[in-house]
């Protein structure tokens, strides 16, 4: 067989080599793609799923605080925060008017206990979000000194926001701040109590996630 003749054969197998090496490459381009579409279909189920439901959580928590404090406007604010294993809080944030705060301070006092001017169920400042779904993001924040060493900013009191954020800094001061008024629930076991920052006038209405 002549030289010739072998360096066609030669050259045939390379053609045939380099375009099975191209169709494997598209075959696993195509198969990253659709795996890629899979997952990020998956993300916005999921997010659907908890938007659905942060947006049950929203109507009823906020059907019950009109029930209680009539005078109260639309919530400005929500969040979520996660404990240990599924437990965990919701909370609902109000702008304080004359009105409510009086009512408040008064059911306060009828109620005959302690004022908590303590801190409650509150965010640290965000240091970096990430999306969770259409209507919500992930929050993280400084862990404690304690925690520093874990590198874990990424669990330690990081937050939910469900919907707007624009009211953030505003509730971050009142957190910064711990200068709550606290008003105990003895109705609703999964709702403690309300707490108000009279400085940034505004009331939290806090729900346990059972």
Known sequence: MSKTHLDKIADISNQILNGILKLLGYTLVLVLVVLLILYISLMIWIGQIRDEQN??????????????????????????RMHVGDSGSWVMVYPLDE???????????????????????????????????????????????????????????????????????????????RSFI??????????????????EKLLFSVYEID
């Open 99 to 177: 009105s409510t705060k009086k009512e408040f301070l008064e059911r306060v006092r009828l109620s005959g206990k302690q004022v908590n001017k303590g801190g409650i169920e509150c965010i640290k400042p965000t240091i970096k979000k990430r999306w969770k779904s259409l209507h919500s993001n992930i929050h993280y924040v400084q862990p404690d000194e304690w925690s520093k060493d874990h590198n874990d900013h990424e669990v330690h009191d990081s937050f939910i926001v469900y919907g707007s954020e624009k009211p953030i800094k505003r509730v971050e001061q009142a957190c910064m701040e």
């Open 55 to 80: 947006a049950k959580r929203l109507m009823m928590s906020q059907t019950y605080d009109h029930q209680v404090f009539p005078s109260l406007t639309e919530h400005i604010f929500f969040y979520k």
């Open 182 to 199: 606290s008003l105990n629930d003895v109705k609703q076991r999964l709702h403690p109590y309300w707490a108000i920052s009279e400085k």
